[in-house]
Nanobody
Framework: VQLQASGGGLVQAGGSLRLSCAASGRSFISYAMGWFRQAPGKERELVAATSWRGDITYHADSVKGRATISRDNAKNMVYLQMNSLKPEDTAVYYC?????????????????WGQGTQVTVSS
């Protein structure tokens, strides 16, 4: 599966962004999908993830209540809606696909990665 992330940008604190990830290739529904981020000097972290049907989701404590992951299997798309953005949300955001379709929070499963999209939140 090939992944293309988009939707990043520069936004003021308190603003919103919706990140999109387009998947190509077959069997999109076979994959759990996740959004990761990596800030300068920090390790990559799982921000949100969804099972293949979208019925099981995970959101990191750092974004819980402010971010929502969703997927549209008919369009091979995954989204991350982020609200009330904070400067500490600044990072490169990556979408990823994992093979354990029903356990999206298992980070070791993610083997396919998009190119990343930069999110910068100004204070």
């Amino acid at each position: 599966v090939q992944l293309q992330a988009s939707g990043g940008g520069l936004v003021q604190a308190g603003g919103s962004l919706r990140l999109s990830c387009a998947a190509s290739g077959r069997s999109f529904i076979s994959y759990a999908m996740g959004w990761f981020r990596q800030a300068p000097g920090k390790e990559r972290e799982l921000v949100a993830a969804t099972s293949w049907r979208g019925d099981i989701t995970y959101h990191a404590d750092s974004v819980k209540g402010r971010a929502t992951i969703s997927r549209d299997n008919a369009k091979n798309m995954v989204y991350l809606q982020m609200n009330s953005l904070k400067p500490e949300d600044t990072a490169v955001y990556y979408c990823a696909a994992g093979s354990v379709a029903s356990r999206p929070a298992v980070t070791s499963q993610y083997k396919y990665w998009g190119q990343g999209t930069q999110v910068t939140v100004s204070s």
